[in-house]
């Protein structure tokens, strides 16, 4: 008898389920050992390890973001456009302001990212209390914002030499050799995931994305929730742009935060099958943004046409979605 319950168990192993929960960090060991194998004076030296996380780490400020927002079960396209307001803002402000002061940036930094903050508010409040769809109102919001940026700038880019060399130390400087973008990117995704997965409001979230009735049946407040994630997402999204302006050494009013959009959305839901499939989490957007850059950096030092970027982003997304949707079924 217990001959026959162990050989059930041996044949009865869940590979489905381990796929769905490995496959995506499988991928990314692969991967990496494959890139390393072809270019092993390149790819797997710290030098460009640095260089992927320093490429990848304005895209991951963003999608840490996303996910917050995604978590309660909420799309918001505006980030892209969040990403240009606090990247050209930013810029403009240290501009007009003429100051060198590191607390004069301070200043300018924390001015825009409360800005961006009240625009994000401004989504959930319009989201969750008039019931828009959060698909239509961000996008809704996105050409406001650009709009705005576009009126305000008159299409005219901030350049370095306006700008005090104490804010681009922000996107160019080091710290005991790491770049500060990557040591940003780390300290939100920390911060991020205490708080969704430490904290009460976090738990809440996870609640309201899992079943939004019995959340409020709980005594759970999706309005209040909203207006965080939203917030959240919008001040993300604009120190990523912030951080992209200080790295490139120039505020541009347009045709930053739309390189970042959609990867953005690509990598939240890559980690989506990651370890807990079919839910957001911090961790697993960091695998996204991880492998994104992998992939990326992978075929450029092998020489490989920049469209298999896209090709290979695309399939891996598919295949991400084909292994959260069987893991839903399985559950259901």
Not at 96 to 118: K, N
Request: aromatic share 8%.
């Amino acid at each position: 008898m217990a001959t026959t319950d162990t050989g059930q168990a041996g044949a009865g192993f869940d590979w489905l389920g381990f796929l769905a929960r490995w496959g995506t960090l499988i991928s990314l060991v692969l991967l990496i050992v494959i890139f390393s194998l072809a270019r092993p004076e390149v790819f797997p030296t710290l030098r460009n390890t640095l260089n992927i996380l320093n490429q990848v780490s304005i895209l991951g400020i963003i999608a840490l973001g996303l996910t917050v927002c995604l978590v309660v079960g909420l799309f918001d396209l505006s980030i892209g456009a969040m990403a240009t307001f606090g990247g050209y803002f930013a810029a403009r402000f240290l501009a007009e302001l003429g100051m060198e002061s590191g607390w004069v940036v301070l200043g300018a930094v924390l001015a825009v990212l409360i800005l961006a903050m009240a625009i994000g508010m401004i989504n959930g409040a319009l989201v969750s209390y008039l019931g828009i769809s959060a698909i239509v109102e961000t996008l809704a919001m996105s050409f406001i914002v650009t709009g705005v940026i576009l009126g305000v700038s008159g299409a005219r880019t901030v350049y370095s030499s306006d700008m005090p060399e104490s804010f681009q130390i922000i996107g160019q400087g080091v710290v005991l050799g790491i770049p500060n973008p990557i040591l940003i990117m780390i300290a939100t995704a920390v911060v991020l995931w205490i708080f969704l997965e430490h904290t009460q409001p976090g738990r809440n979230m996870y609640a309201i994305g899992g079943n939004r009735e019995a959340a409020r049946l709980s005594g759970i407040n999706f309005q209040k929730y909203a207006l965080v994630a939203m917030a959240i997402s919008a001040a993300c999204a604009a120190l990523g742009g912030l951080v992209a302006a200080a790295n490139l050494g120039s505020g541009r009013p347009q045709g930053v935060g739309e390189t970042y959009l959609l990867n953005a959305f690509v990598a939240v839901f890559i980690g989506a099958s990651t370890l807990r499939p079919g839910k957001f989490h911090v961790f697993g957007t960091a695998v996204g943004v991880l492998l994104i850059g992998v992939i990326n950096n992978g075929l450029s030092v092998m020489g490989v046409a920049t469209y298999w970027q896209y090709i290979v982003q695309g399939l891996i997304l598919i295949l991400a979605l084909i292994s959260a949707s069987m893991n839903s079924v399985r559950r259901a």
